[in-house]
């Protein structure tokens, strides 16, 4: 229901842009974002964007990564630039609807940062 793509091998500096459909479930989600993950650590919060676009970001990626959504295509885009080795991870779409409550996740896609 939430299929990511757009991960890969880039250098350090350089940029990447991850994209996120979402299908079979509602248009119009009131949350959608993207976390990641590396072995042996929780998962972050990336950022968010909200149906009224209020946007937010974790403290590790503001200034560098940029989120938006096309909710026509059901898309949500994380553009990474300035990325860095510790930006390494793998990066999951998650959707949230208040209601009726239901939260969605996608199968991840793998970002490595090269330095």
């Known amino acids: 229901q939430l299929q990511a793509s757009g991960g890969g091998l880039v250098q350090a500096g350089g940029s990447l842009n991850l994209s996120c459909v979402h299908s079979?479930?509602?248009?119009?989600?009131?949350?959608i974002g993207w976390y990641r993950q590396t072995p042996g650590r929780q998962r972050e919060l990336v950022a968010t964007?909200?149906?009224?676009?209020?946007?937010n970001y974790g403290d590790s990626v503001k200034g560098r990564f940029t989120i938006s959504r096309d909710i026509t295509k059901r898309t949500v885009y994380l553009q990474m630039s300035g990325l860095k080795p510790e930006d390494t991870a793998v990066y999951y779409c998650?959707?949230?609807?208040?209601?009726?409550?239901?939260?969605?996740w996608g199968q991840g896609t793998q970002v490595t940062v090269s330095s």
């Open positions: 998650n959707a949230i609807q208040f209601w009726p409550r239901e939260e969605y």
């Open positions: 079979g479930i509602s248009l119009n989600l009131n949350v």
């Open positions: 964007i909200t149906l009224g676009n209020i946007i």
